[in-house]
């Protein structure tokens, strides 16, 4: 057996690394010569080919003007044009247009709503964090911006991003629960001309009409959104537990972010307010709900005004109807609101509406209800289960209006006409 030294070893393994480069190269530039080949027998493929069409029918040059016309109208989806109005310029269809109408016509009075709210940390010491985002829609010059309660509620500080950027710090004028709608107002610098949106006639709408939203979905401003009207007068009950009538459904994209914005016919105007979706999973779904333009209008004058909305009650004390409650009190009806006391020399006595005689607690037992009184179960022709709907049976009323009211007394119906006072 031969030994060889390490000096040897290492020549060795150097001769052969030398080798295969060598080698290796010399393939790659074999490759690269065929490759070459092949690309010219191809182009001088396509030169023969060139010239064998020339040879037999000349190249004629083409003008657009003249173009036949003939192939795509034997085959129409093979050309899609980009501008078909005269010298060139792009056209829309009708529908087109009139989205991009309303678009300019309002998107610079849809505003980005941004809040702030107090929270408290382990040691019960308050500190400011980021809050909800929603929409808004300018509808006075002096700055009165329309959106909902659900916006805004609980926010130490709202501000108002207007279409060029601007941000605004803006202060509550008036919410109301039962519409959940809010009107919110900031200062507009001297000699600045707002855009403004005015309401539309929501009475009117039909199903199937389109309808356009524009909002800010996700933080994305002024984002615009087109659908049907899917649905009209839903009852759909609220965060806040209300219940609002008349509701609009859509089938226009709403997502979180929207709520507060506008939903606008073709003309530009605000026949609805956006507020709520119907979703499994946080977004839109095509099931939208939007408050009724009939609602806002009567909503925003009382919050203007007022800084409330005045609407009509029943002078009593009311408690939601429950099962342990119609058990213990022996009622034959577990759905409908307990008139727990009326007040003393008040409408609602006078129409013989009558409170309870015996005291029990309730809740936490530190309340004290009275039962054994009337069970309201329909105010007008709304059907009342509830609290909700009794807030909602009541929502368009004001003082002095009188109402038909059902009460369940000793297991028989009592019809009353009761005149509301101001709540």
Not at 402 to 410: A, S
Request: proline fraction near 3%.
């Amino acid at each position: 057996m031969k030994l060889y030294s390490h000096t040897q070893l290492i020549r060795c393994t150097l001769i052969c690394v030398a080798a295969a480069i060598l080698l290796t190269a010399a393939i790659c530039i074999n490759i690269s010569k065929k490759k070459t080949a092949g690309n010219a027998a191809v182009a001088e493929a396509e030169i023969v080919q060139t010239s064998d069409v020339s040879d037999s029918q000349p190249v004629q040059e083409v003008n657009a003007n003249s173009f036949d016309s003939s192939f795509l109208e034997q085959n129409p989806a093979s050309v899609v044009p980009v501008a078909n109005g005269a010298n060139g310029s792009v056209s829309y269809t009708q529908e087109e247009a009139q989205n991009i109408n309303v678009y300019s016509l309002c998107n610079e009075a849809v505003v980005n709503i941004n809040t702030q709210v107090t929270a408290y940390d382990w040691f019960l010491q308050p500190y400011v964090q980021e809050g909800g985002s929603g929409s808004g829609s300018i509808i006075d010059k002096r700055g009165y911006i329309l959106t909902n309660v659900h916006v805004i509620q609980d926010a130490s500080k709202i501000y108002v991003s207007l279409f060029d950027g601007t941000q605004y710090e803006a202060e509550v004028v008036g919410t109301d629960l039962d519409s959940d709608l809010a009107v919110i107002k900031f200062t507009p610098p001297a000699g600045m001309e707002l855009k403004t949106i005015a309401f539309g006639a929501s009475k009117s709408l039909k199903v199937g009409q389109r309808v356009i939203a524009i909002g800010n979905p996700f933080g994305l401003e002024r984002t615009m959104t087109t659908g049907i009207v899917s649905g009209l007068g839903r009852p759909i009950q609220n965060s806040n537990n209300r219940i609002i009538r008349d509701m609009v459904q859509t089938d226009a994209a709403i997502n979180p972010g929207n709520s507060g914005g506008p939903l606008l016919d073709t003309s530009g105007k605000m026949i609805g307010i956006n507020t709520m979706i119907q979703s499994s999973s946080g977004s839109s779904a095509g099931v939208g709900f939007a408050v009724p333009s009939e609602t806002a209008v009567r909503v925003v004058a009382d919050l203007i005004k007022y800084g409330k909305v005045q609407r009509g009650t029943i002078d009593a004390t009311i408690i939601q109807l429950s099962r342990r409650i119609a058990q213990y009190a022996g009622l034959d009806i577990t759905n409908g609101v307990l008139i727990s006391e009326v007040k003393k020399g008040g409408n609602a006595e006078a129409a013989g509406l009558k409170g309870g005689t015996e005291a029990a607690y309730y809740g936490s037992r530190r309340d004290i209800i009275y039962i054994g009184g009337d069970v309201i179960t329909q105010i007008d022709d709304i059907a009342v289960s509830s609290l909700a709907d009794y807030y909602s049976a009541l929502e368009s009323k004001r003082a002095g209006d009188v109402v038909t009211v059902v009460v369940r007394r000793n297991r028989k119906n009592v019809i009353l006409k009761i005149k509301l006072v101001e709540s």
